[in-house]
């Protein structure tokens, strides 16, 4: 599947999430597609610059969590790098639930 890099790495992290053009626009119900979904998650984690606000903080941990969940969905070949996702989605929270959700995830990936 070929997919326009520059559009989609264009887009406010809102929209990069939440629209049905953002990153899920890529998923197809595959494990191809599940690592791709990772995979650009994680490189427009990388690219992305904006002011640190709580709000941008927050919207960071859900791609990082997302990207887990794709990392997680493709196998258990890439349980260790949906871990590091997982870990990465628990800090910057405000809400203390959201954050326990995300730290429980942790948890049950380690078997703890």
């Given amino acids: 599947m070929k997919f326009d890099k ?3 790495f264009a887009m406010s992290i809102d929209e990069f999430d939440d629209s049905p053009e953002g990153w899920r626009s890529l ?4 494990k ?8 650009t998650i994680e490189e427009y ?5 904006n002011e640190l606000t709580q709000k ?11 990207a887990g ?8 070949d890439y349980y260790d790098l949906a871990l590091r996702c997982f870990e ?8 203390e639930a959201a954050r326990l959700y995300r730290v429980a995830t ?6 703890d």
């Fill in 56 to 66: 941008v903080a927050e919207d960071k941990a859900h791609l990082w969590f997302h």
């Fill in 106 to 111: 942790v948890a049950f990936m380690k078997k």
């Fill in 32 to 39: 191809e597609g599940r690592l791709r979904c990772a995979r």
């Fill in 45 to 49: 984690l990388k690219e992305f610059n």
């Fill in 6 to 8: 520059k559009r989609l």
């Fill in 69 to 76: 969940q794709c990392w997680a969905g493709a196998g258990k």
């Fill in 27 to 30: 998923a197809d119900g595959t």
């Fill in 88 to 95: 990465m989605s628990t800090k910057n929270w405000h809400s």
